[in-house]
């Protein structure tokens, strides 16, 4: 059973920057696409970004392109971790996000933005953006 633990989150003023981390409890494999969400309050758990198990491919939601980043670190001493780098944070990024492994290889985008398709998941962050 793979436990992801995220890290990272906190109240920021808009326009600042986060950076969230989500660590596995065993190497997940190079194999192991992984997922950001979040959730607002009172809304629907919300896409955010995908990466494959190498790091090569990603796919983001419209409203956090060219702010957001996400990357991992699959080096043998890093657990796998994966990172989501978070500029110009607007108030409306205020959510608890998520971190999300899925088992198999990396197939079409299209599958990753469900929330359903996922195995495991984190206990989540809280991001606060004030204005």
């Known amino acids: 059973q793979v436990q992801l633990v995220e890290s990272g989150g906190g109240l920021v003023q808009a326009g600042g920057s986060l950076r969230l981390s989500c660590a596995a409890s065993?190497?997940?494999?190079?194999?192991?696409?992984m997922g950001w969400f979040r959730q607002a309050p009172g809304k629907e758990r919300d896409f955010v970004a995908v990466?494959?198990?190498?790091?090569?491919?990603?796919?983001?939601?419209d409203s956090v392109k060219g702010r957001f980043t996400i990357s991992r670190d699959n080096r043998a001493n890093a657990k796998n971790t994966m990172y989501l780098q978070m500029n110009s944070l607007k108030p409306e990024d205020t959510a608890v996000f998520y971190c999300?492994?899925?088992?198999?290889?990396?197939?079409?985008?299209?599958?990753?933005?469900?929330?359903?398709?996922?195995?495991?998941w984190g206990q989540g962050t809280q991001v606060t953006v004030s204005s």
């Open positions: 990466i494959s198990g190498s790091g090569g491919r990603t796919s983001y939601r």
């Open positions: 065993e190497r997940t494999g190079s194999s192991y696409p």
């Open positions: 999300a492994a899925r088992q198999g290889g990396f197939t079409s985008v299209s599958v990753y933005l469900n929330q359903h398709e996922y195995d495991y």
